[in-house]
């Protein structure tokens, strides 16, 4: 869906470089916990094809698929066995085919999910690698021969003892794994990895892939010399954060401008750059457009504000400042003011639901505050990406016990905190606001026992809310956050000054409410979020006047002095507002 806004380049001349992909909203689809067709418990390709009509129905322009490609699943697809082919669990290369033209006929273009960092232990090149020193494969993995003793030590983010070196009996030699054992890290200092890569790239490329969500594609690179990293210099050279090091490798960006030019700029394709340990001052080393790198990244600036400074994925007890969060969202919206695009999201398959973690999610501000962050999602200027289950207003599920959990990170985490004899009982309170699980449990389509996501046993535990959180009741209520959300991607996909329109923020100071503008030549609009569940009162600041009926209001009824300028705001109340010419 294009925005059917009859401006064109001559009428807005703020507007420069369109591009198709920055004015869609992305979808995120989590396909294991999506929709199964065929009651083995986990979602699957078929599932999706079944929801089209669904899909269509949200205005969305492109969905990112979580990884499909052939796996074991240690860590949920982002361990790729063959990349030429589908997760058994998932369907056939033909399901497949059939999702790419079902998605293509309802206008919603597919965006996959490819994990080149690293691969699966059980990917073929993996096998052979490990089985002598002089295996043509060998060099497509990092190894470091026992005889020189012990390797530098290297953080891993899913290993239960955090060791990022796993000895290898057969070659005697450990192997190189920044996430799990499982998940041995590709040597792209190796030219043959690289032609692999690209050659699978226009595989899919070929059959009409829109393009790529690149997985930790900042960790690519390495040195080869494997420099020791002590404690000194991880946290004064790099933060105290192995992610910081680990997206500092020396041939980065001369591999990304080769991949493009091997591979994307020979498409109208779009790639979404998943850069952890980039800050705002290299983020348009990777998408200025005259680089010819990547399109779009996301960053996790915004994910760090609301937890402790110490411990694993620890909340902060006082949850988050939304000055913090204002700061963060605006910085980076400047770092795209003239260059590149950004993107915009406040949860993911790697994150808490959004509601929960930046919203309310008690019964009796859930669906307001709900939609009070659909508002801001939809209102920036970057390209939003929407986490699939957020147009219902779905919340963490706050499991009790470690064997309710399926993500190897939360479980590996749990026996790194019991190996370093800390509380796991402290730990599993942590994970019932900030573990990845949260976001994964199945997507609520009814209030029948499986929420009508299966017929089966359900791979992970499907939140019990769903009887009454789900999508056929929210169907049928003019009100719910469901319709609240296609309303708002109508008015995104109409307006371009919401896609293009310059942002300003104003009262930065204010703890509860979050107001901005957008402005793109004669037009504007002033968005009003109030963050807090308390009312608050709050004077529209000098010089903005506004027309007095809000275009959009998540509330049913509005207190406005409309000549003082002055807002009284209910508890997560969104307003966005016409500017008075
Ligand atoms: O995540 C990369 C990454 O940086 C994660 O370690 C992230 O910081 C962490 O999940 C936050 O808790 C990507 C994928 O998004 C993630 O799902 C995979 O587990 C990971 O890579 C390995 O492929």
Redesign the pocket.
Known sequence: MMPNNTATQQDLPEIVNREWWKEIIVYQLYPRSFKDSDGDGVGDLKGILSKLDYLKSLGIGAIWLNPIYASPND?NG??ISDYYNIMKEFGTMDDFDALLKGLHDCGIRLIMDL?V??TSDEHPWFVEARKSRDNPFRDYYHWWPAEKGNPPPRFS??DPHGSGWTYDETTDSFYLHI?SKK?PDLNWECEAVRKEIYKMMHFWFDKGVDGFRL??ISYISKDHSYPVVNKKDLKEKYRGDW?YFYARGPHLHEYLKEMHRETFNHYDVVTIA?I?GIQKNEALLFVHADRKELHMMYH?EGMGIDRASKGF?SPNPDGYKLTDFKRVYTEWDHVFEREGWGTLYLGN???PRMLTRWGNDNPEFRSVSAKMLITFLLTMRATPIFYNGDELGMRNIRFDKIEDYRD??TIAMYNYIKNKKSSPKRFLQDMKLTA?DNSRTPFQWNATPNAGFTTGKPWITINEDHVFVNQEAQEADENSVLNYFRKLTGLRQSELVLIYGHYTLYDDDHQQVYAYTRTLGKQGMLIILNFSKEPVTWHIPDPLMVKETPLINNETSLQFNHQANDLTLLPYQALIFELAP
């Open positions: 860590d982002y361990d994990v960092n690293h983010f899913f996430f998940q997985d930790a992610s998943e952890p996790f994925k398959h790697d994150q190897v990170e990845r």
